[in-house]
């Protein structure tokens, strides 16, 4: 069964401070791993896919990287407006039809 | 704005009640998802429509149906419901083409209150 952990559960920064969030995966064979963005009473918003190891990809202050077993949000320099719960979600070749499965999210909350 | 809508924003029922949940996809969009968001469960996918035809079904229980209508909008039918049945409900749609870069585009969703 296609599993996704996320940790931590929450994290608080302060301005500028730097950090990673951590999105461990088990799944039957990997098509995507995807990031999203959910701020409060609002859906989630797609920032990236990654498809294989070693792969990067960046969007202003955040950037994602991709192992075999899981994958990070690095976080640089955050500003207050950044705070919000980040979604890692799976497209596998097993039992998930396809679809995506999510983590249960990382809330961030960055301090001025 | 992702360009779904969801409609209503908010629903108040009470227990052993039907609700009608209403989703728009984005423009061109041929499929439609829908997912079950609770605090303790994050989201869970419940199932997808895809030009009018069910593909692919969930943790949808037997008390909740769906269909997508021919102009690709799509209806979730919740009935008895229950206390457990409060989270939020959304639509997600995409092209539908089932390869590996489809994304998903979700809307604001349905935030059900179950009494």
């Known amino acids: 069964e296609d599993q996704v952990t996320q940790s931590p559960e929450a994290l608080r920064l302060q301005e500028g401070e730097s950090s990673s969030l951590n999105c461990s995966y088990t799944v039957s064979g990997l098509r995507g791993l995807f990031w999203y963005r959910q701020d409060p009473g609002k859906g989630p918003e797609f920032l990236f896919t990654?498809?294989?190891a070693g792969e990067e990809k960046e969007k202003e202050r955040l950037k994602a990287t991709l192992t075999k077993k899981e994958s990070f949000l690095h976080i640089t320099a955050p500003k207050p407006e950044d705070s919000a719960t980040y979604l890692c979600?799976?497209?596998?070749?097993?039992?998930?039809?396809?679809?995506?499965?999510f983590g249960k999210g990382t809330k961030l909350s960055v301090k001025p | 704005d992702s360009g779904v809508t969801q409609t209503p924003k908010h629903l108040i029922t009470a227990t052993g009640q039907r609700v009608t949940l209403r989703c728009s996809p984005r423009?061109?969009?041929?499929?439609v998802y829908w997912y079950q968001q609770s605090l303790d469960q994050g989201l869970q996918f419940l199932i997808q429509y895809y030009n009018g035809e069910e593909r692919a079904k969930g943790n949808i229980l037997e008390r909740f149906s769906a269909q997508q209508f021919p102009d690709l909008h799509s209806e979730l039918n919740l009935s008895s419901l229950e206390l457990g049945d409060s989270a939020l409900y959304f639509c997600a749609s995409s092209d539908g083409t089932g390869g590996d870069t489809e994304k998903l585009f979700f809307g604001s969703g349905t935030q059900l209150s179950v009494l």
């Open positions: 990654l498809y294989s």
């Open positions: 979600a799976v497209r596998s070749y097993g039992g998930s039809q396809g679809n995506l499965i």
């Open positions: 423009s061109g969009d041929l499929s």
